[in-house]
Nanobody, 122 residues
Framework: QVQLVESGGGLVQTGASLRLSCAASGIFDGYNMGWFRQAPGKEREFVAAISWAVGVTAYSDVVKGRFSISRDNAKNMVYLQMNSLKPEDTAFYYC????????????????WGQGTHVTVSS
């Protein structure tokens, strides 16, 4: 099973950019990766996903055009570039992995990191 550690969160102002990183250890080959987020009092929601092979990506409508997911399989890393950040992007951001397909559903992912917090001030 893969172990995941997120980093790169912080406090930024509206309109700023941040890049989140997810470092994977253990077996990384074949894993499809995703980023999810959870704000206080809300359910965890899908942000972006990327497949192991070919690099097929998917985004939630609320981040499409502002966020970009990428991966470096040689370094066992997954990234989430977040641009034009808004206060509503404030949340804990989680990296997740699963072997089967490029999914957008929380329940499809079986490996999770501990999260990194992003705060966007207005």
């Amino acid at each position: 099973q893969v172990q995941l550690v997120e980093s790169g969160g912080g406090l930024v102002q509206t309109g700023a950019s941040l890049r989140l990183s997810c470092a994977a250890s253990g077996i990384f080959d074949g894993y499809n990766m995703g980023w999810f987020r959870q704000a206080p009092g809300k359910e965890r929601e899908f942000v972006a996903a990327i497949s192991w092979a070919v690099g097929v990506t998917a985004y939630s409508d609320v981040v499409k055009g502002r966020f970009s997911i990428s991966r470096d399989n040689a370094k066992n890393m997954v990234y989430l570039q977040m641009n034009s950040l808004k206060p509503e992007d404030t949340a804990f951001y989680y990296c997740a992995a699963q072997l089967y397909y490029c999914s957008t559903y929380v329940s499809d992912f079986d490996s999770w990191g501990q999260g990194t917090h992003v705060t966007v001030s207005s």
